[in-house]
Nanobody
Framework: QVQLVESGGDLVQPGGSLRLSCAAS????????IGWFRQAPGKEREGVAC????????YPTDSVKSRFTLSRSNDKKTVYLQMNSLKPEDTAVYFC????????????????????WGQGTQVTVSS
């Protein structure tokens, strides 16, 4: 299993930016796709951005497509979520999760597909 640790959450004003990091460790990190998810109080967890081991990226949530960007370090051990033009509705706990994949796996942000989860990092957007 891959171990995942998120960082970078903070309190930010509307319109501001944050970059979240997800550090992966353990055996064969390069066999895993990584997803970013978020969960706001009283709401269901939703997929924000996901990347396969081969590099395919998906942004399933329409509200973030033009504002959030997922990227990955060359060694595949860190996945970043750059969040710009933040809104109060982006307030949530953000989690990264890992999914062991075959090389030809299609991109998915279905949370039930992911078996390894980090502890989450709080993002609060408020003035």
């Amino acid at each position: 299993q891959v171990q995942l640790v998120e960082s970078g959450g903070d309190l930010v004003q509307p319109g501001g930016s944050l970059r979240l990091s997800c550090a992966a460790s353990g055996v064969r990190v390069d066999y895993y796709g990584i997803g970013w998810f978020r969960q706001a109080p009283g709401k269901e967890r939703e997929g924000v951005a996901c990347i396969t081991r081969a590099g395919g990226i998906a942004y399933p949530t329409d509200s973030v497509k033009s504002r959030f960007t997922l990227s990955r370090s060359n060694d595949k051990k860190t996945v970043y979520l750059q969040m710009n033009s933040l809104k109060p509705e982006d307030t949530a706990v953000y989690f990264c999760a890992g999914r062991r994949e075959i090389l030809s796996a299609t991109t998915t942000c279905a949370s039930h597909e992911y078996s390894s989860w980090g502890q989450g990092t709080q993002v609060t957007v408020s003035s």
